[in-house]
T-cell receptor
Framework: DAMVIQNPRYQVTQFGKPVTLSCSQT?????MYWYQQKSSQAPKLLFH???????NEADTPDNFQSRRPNTSFCFLDIRSPGLGDAAMYLC???????????????FGPGTRLTVL | KNQVEQSPQSLIILEGKNCTLQ??????????LRWYKQDTGRGPVSLTI?????NTKSNGRYTATLDADTKQSSLHITASQLSDSASYIC???????????FGGGTRVLVKP
């Protein structure tokens, strides 16, 4: 089945220790997104890639970076995790940008990050 | 400012009963509205997606309605099952790019 895969599902890191979360997709979608979701809150968009074009949200801290080495993979790097960065991180993909059902976002299962 | 408001924040229903969740939005211009189901500790899964011209769409026991004039949507769950316990999130897409505006979700607990 075509899908969005996130690894690991659970990640524990230490305060200040860099961590990388992984997302891969078999949908061959052009767009990949990273969201941060804290407990009982709506997901918050951090950034997205349209193909190789990186689009950062204005309020995303510099501590969060992303890489997309190819169509299938996208990584979220947290350079110096703080206690406030503990959250669920969701990866999503869409075929394209713009209107309509063809651009529906498909979400992965998420990676729950714990910062000690 | 684009906003999506959901009500109630949470509800408890008995297995087999029906319930209706509400969503009001101010996103403009409007492209489409989606309802997602998010199980605890999992990513959101799409239930329905509706464009401006659609006013109802069903997916099994889930039926969504849309009134684009009043900017309201509802999600009706029929004959609830224990597996329906989850958060239900209303998400609205504007026509600028594919940026989504998320509602805060309604947490549903189905009890036996």
């Amino acid at each position: 089945d075509a899908m969005v895969i996130q690894n690991p599902r659970y990640q524990v890191t230490q305060f200040g220790k860099p961590v990388t979360l992984s997302c891969s997709q078999t949908l061959n979608h052009n767009v990949m997104y990273w969201y941060q979701q804290k407990s009982s809150q709506a997901p918050k968009l951090l950034f997205h890639y349209y193909d190789k074009d990186f689009n950062n949200e204005a309020d995303t801290p510099d501590n969060f970076q992303s890489r997309r080495p190819n169509t299938s993979f996208c990584f979220l790097d947290i350079r110096s995790p703080g206690l406030g960065d503990a959250a669920m991180y969701l990866c999503a993909t869409s075929r394209d940008l713009g209107e309509g059902e063809r651009n529906e976002q498909f979400f992965g299962p998420g990676t729950r990050l714990t910062v000690l | 400012k684009n906003q999506v408001e959901q009500s109630p924040q949470s509800l408890i229903i008995l297995e087999g009963k029906n319930c209706t969740l509400q969503c009001n939005y101010t996103v403009s211009p409007f492209s489409n509205l989606r309802w997602y189901k998010q199980d605890t500790g999992r990513g959101p899964v799409s239930l329905t997606i509706m464009t401006f011209s659609e006013n109802t769409k069903s997916n099994g026991r889930y039926t969504a309605t849309l009134d684009a004039d009043t900017k309201q949507s509802s999600l009706h769950i029929t004959a609830s099952q224990l597996s329906d316990s989850a958060s239900y999130i209303c998400v609205v897409s504007g026509t600028a790019g594919n940026k989504l505006t998320f509602g805060g979700g309604t947490r549903v607990l189905v009890k036996p």
